[in-house]
């Protein structure tokens, strides 16, 4: 008989088929595989576990054996593999968890009891919201700035909402470049509206203001030929111009 159940040592139980040991469990564990060594909980192809601790489910052969793990759901369930803390609260069995949403298709990463993370069947990430409208859509439930960050090894700049403007700063010496205010305004090297604020705007309107202290506002380089240098129109039609002319003169037409 080549297939059966046996106990091939002390405290160990194991099943043989086709001439063969395909499951053992001793009090190390349990082994599908039948090697002699159990290191887990539950061994499938091999007992390299990594950093998984002294308890794990191991699955597949270091080098040699794909694993996988899969997880069965109806078509409206949600399918989970949870990280839990200590016994306690029920919330305690839940601290960290992915999971995926078989109705809509959407996966969740979850971390102090709550989804933080969601990616939609369309590939949208939400972060703060399970229903990202944009490929990446982070939200905040509170009027706290909410933004995103760009760095490498020369410079961070970040992306930010904040006091209903958009803001775009310079973290690694913590200054503000740009903004977009909520009446749609552009403002750059200051945060508020008015020419007694240093800096450049364009209004939502089309209108462009500059005001700099104790320096011109605006430069005006025309390089090879002369000619118009600034232009005046209405309604699209030339009514005049400022310009250069031969020898360097300034000329003013219209």
């Not at 209903?164 to 009446?183: C, K, P, Q």
């Amino acid at each position: 008989v080549n297939s059966g159940l046996f106990a091939p040592s002390g405290n160990v139980v194991a099943i043989s088929a086709g001439g063969g040991k395909r499951f053992q469990a001793t009090i190390a564990g349990i082994d599908v595989t039948g090697t002699a060594t159990v290191s887990t909980d539950l061994n499938v192809g091999g007992a390299v576990k990594g950093n998984a601790g002294t308890r794990a489910i191991s699955v597949g052969t270091a080098g040699s054996v794909i694993g996988g793990l899969q997880l069965w759901s109806t078509t409206a369930g949600t399918s989970y593999v949870q990280f839990g803390d200590e016994a306690g609260t029920a919330a305690n069995h839940y601290r960290g968890y992915m999971s995926y949403n078989h109705s809509n298709d959407s996966m969740g990463l979850g971390t102090s009891g709550s989804t933080k993370v969601t990616v939609t069947s369309a590939g949208n990430v939400g972060i703060g919201t399970n229903s990202p409208s944009q490929a990446l859509h982070v939200k905040r439930a509170n009027n706290t700035a909410t933004g995103i960050g760009l760095q490498n090894s020369e410079r961070y700049y970040a992306v930010r909402s904040n006091n209903y403007s958009l803001v775009f700063s310079d973290e690694t010496v913590g200054s503000e470049r740009m903004r977009i205010d909520a009446s749609g305004n552009l403002l750059v090297g200051k945060t508020a509206q008015g020419l007694t604020n240093a800096g450049f705007e364009v209004a939502q309107t089309g209108q462009a203001s500059a005001t700099q202290s104790g320096a011109s506002c605006l430069r005006l380089n025309r390089l090879s030929s002369d000619g118009a240098i600034l232009q005046f129109r209405k309604d699209g039609s030339t009514v005049g111009s400022i310009g250069t002319a031969t020898s360097g003169n300034i000329f003013y037409q219209g």
